[in-house]
Every structure is written in structure tokens, then in C-alpha cells.
């Protein structure tokens, strides 16, 4: 029989898209539109994971106030957020275990190859004696070339069509953030939505981001277009413990066949995770958070001085 954990590791969502690339045309037609990429300011586009925290608990405190008022007692989300995290981190263990394994053993054939055997210049004293013999009368270090390092950068698609898969692809999500803290890989995840409202003007057409070095010919970045930063690698284990616990609330509201107000979870107790206002799924503005990413990446690796940098999207595509 197969290994179970072998096929867990499986990836279904990547091998169904290498056999969609192999029956792909290009039937978009012959004309092309150039334009130039601004430079995003990341501030102007970027909530913080305090503020997205803020956002699930004003609509955790909204709705048992609206319970008091039906009276009926209040529920504690956050406890089975925290439940339903640490039963789904200790169901994957095993998965986590196995990547972390297969990751170390890559990594220690790579150090192997790139290892050269030197001589210190210093005499080893308990081989003196086999001077005449022997020229080999140094003491010897291993000297490893400098490894590439890398780091993961992660979007999300928070968009309407995600709605049947979001649950799935939270967890896909929450078991990449996992390995990642297990094996010491910096990372930051970010979500690219058009629901978290700012401005009077919403996602409309025509209506951008007027950066301060924007030219004409630059391609517009909508003012809805926003970047909610989910998880980061470089928070203490506690808060990234908890950030953790609020995703798995997100996980949890949208757990469900179709896209809805409100969901069921799988405990034996009936929980109902209202979808926070800012956080419900929206548009794709799929164009704008590349364009951020060429300025996010950058920033990233500098931050973390990693070589390598690989960046992920969890999108359902075009």
C-alpha cells in the first residue's frame, strides 16, 4: 500500500494546474498594452495584523452584545478558535514532521557538496610523531561555502470565488506557516482584498492611488486594493501562537460548502463564527498585489538577509 503521510504530501491543486498549462492556448488575440510599474507606497495599502486583530474582535464583541440582547449568553470565540487550532496543529504533526525531515536532509546534502576539507596551518601535536612518514601533521576544519538561505513570502486571494476552497486553503496556509516556524525559515503572509474599506470611493474603476511619484503611463492601483498582513515569522512564539488562533477564526466563519454569513465548525457544539465586515471576500485585485510584492519582496529580504526569497500566491487563478 502507499505511505499515507507520502500521499498527504501530495500536491492535488499543483499537478491538476501542470495538466491545465499542457491544454492552455493563447487565444487572447494579437494586441498588447504596455504600461509602466509605479512604485507602490506599502504603507498606504498595508493593515497591520493589530488592526485585522481589532476588526474579528469588535465583531466578536457586536455579536454577543446582539446575544445579551436576545438573552442568550455570550460565546467565547477566541477559546474555540484555540481549540480548533490546536486540534488541526497536532492532527498535521506528523506532515510537519515529514516536510521539516525531508527539508534537513536536502539542506544537508547541499552543505555536503558545497564542504572542502582545509588544513588550519596548525600542528596537531599527536602527529608529530609520524612526521617522517607522513606530511599530514595538521590539524583539519571543515570549511562549508556560504549556504543560499531562503525565506517564503505568501498572498492570499481574498476574493468571492475563493468562498467553496477559502477554508482548505486557510489550512494549506496555516500547515505552510508551521513548517516554516519549525525549520527556522523567516516568512510573512499577506491576504490582497478589495473588502477592507477605507475610502468613500470603494474599488471603482478610475479611482487609484494618486503615489507621490506616479507618471503618465503608470498602471493605476485602485484605492480599495488592500494588503492584510495574517502571519509573520519574526513575532514571539506566543503572539505568533495567537495570530494563529484569529486566522483560524477567519478558517472557521468560512468553513462551509458555499460562502455565507455564518458557519458551522466541526465540534460537537454548535459555534457560529460571524464574518468580520472588513474581512468578507470581495474583488480580485490580483494586478495590484504583484505590483506591491515588487516593493514587499525586496523589503522582505533585506529585513530578514535571506538570498533566496519565494514568493507564493493561494489564488484559484484568473
Known sequence: GSDPVEDA??????????RALENHLDD???EFHYGNIPKVDVEKVLISMNEVHEEIDKTIADKNAGRQGDGMSECDYHSYARESFNKFRSEQKSIISYMAKEFEMR????????????KTGVLNPNKLHAYKFSEDIFLRSNIIADGKNHGFVMFVDWSGSMGNNM?????????????CKKVNIPFDVFAFTSSWTRHDEGYGRGVFYE???????????????SLLHLISSTLSTAKFNNS???????RESMNRSGYGRYSYNSFSTEVYYPIPEKL????????????AAMEIVPM??????????????????Q
Do not use: C
Not at 477554508?167 to 513548517?179: C, E, G, V
Not at 530578514?304 to 500566491?313: A, H, L
Open 300 to 317: 522582505f529580504q533585506k529585513k530578514n538577509n535571506v538570498q533566496i526569497v519565494n514568493t507564493i500566491f493561494l489564488t484559484d487563478g
Open 28 to 30: 487572447s488575440g494579437n
Open 280 to 291: 468578507g471576500l470581495g474583488g480580485t485585485p490580483l494586478n495590484e498585489a504583484v505590483v
Open 107 to 118: 539542506k544537508s546534502a547541499d552543505e555536503h557538496s558545497r564542504t572542502r576539507e582545509g
Open 9 to 18: 504530501t501530495k500536491s492535488i491543486t499543483q499537478n491538476s494546474f501542470e
Open 167 to 179: 477554508a482548505h486553503t486557510i489550512d494549506q496556509l496555516t500547515l505552510l506557516a508551521l513548517f
Open 244 to 250: 494563529m488562533v484569529y486566522l483560524r477564526y477567519l
Open 211 to 225: 503615489f507621490d511619484d506616479r507618471k503618465n503611463g503608470d498602471l493605476g492601483i485602485a484605492k480599495g486594493f
